[in-house]
């Protein structure tokens, strides 16, 4: 059986999966109101990128995630994808908690710890995703690609920064 959504319907879910990230990276951004001051304290490496490009690139890959989202939703609908609605979720709550993690509360160990859960659920959600919608897992793998050199960024300022992080 295939899942037909009316246009209208598909549009609101659009919406909503874009709010939804939207959301969930405020909720992460509201752990990093202090991320401008203490990452200018920390130690960086040379190949460090400059604190002006996160925004951006997280505003583009939120938007895919929420795109990629949709369309699973598009193929199966939210009870139909169920497994891998909860895995997206799952890989956006450790997200969220990422910037809490490292900014609010310096807990480097504990960022690495989750950035590395991160990568794993981003991981097995392409995989995931890749069965209803190939263009929806394709849209994924930036994001994984990005939070891998987050995670070699989020070790090396952790082993750099022992008494800051």
């Known amino acids: 059986m295939t899942f037909n959504p009316s246009r209208l319907r598909s549009v609101f879910v659009l919406i909503g999966c874009v709010v939804l990230c939207y959301a969930l990276a405020a909720a992460g951004a509201a752990g990093s109101m202090s991320a401008p001051t203490f990452y200018k304290q920390l130690v960086q490496p040379a190949w460090s990128p400059p604190a002006w ?33 909860t895995l997206f979720l799952a890989q956006l709550l450790l997200n969220g908690l990422w910037s809490w993690l490292f900014f609010a509360w310096h807990e480097g160990g504990w960022a690495m710890l989750d950035i590395v859960g991160l990568a794993a659920l981003i991981a097995v959600c392409i995989q995931r995703f890749w069965r209803i919608d190939r263009f929806a897992a394709w849209l994924l793998v930036p994001y994984l690609a990005w939070v891998m050199f987050a995670s070699a960024l989020n070790l090396d300022l952790w082993l750099r920064n022992p008494g800051l992080l």
Do not use: D, H, N
């Open 53 to 85: 490009l996160f925004g951006p690139v997280w505003t583009l890959l939120y938007t895919m995630m929420a795109v990629s989202l949709w369309r699973v939703w598009r193929q199966r609908g939210f009870v139909g994808a169920r497994v891998e609605v």
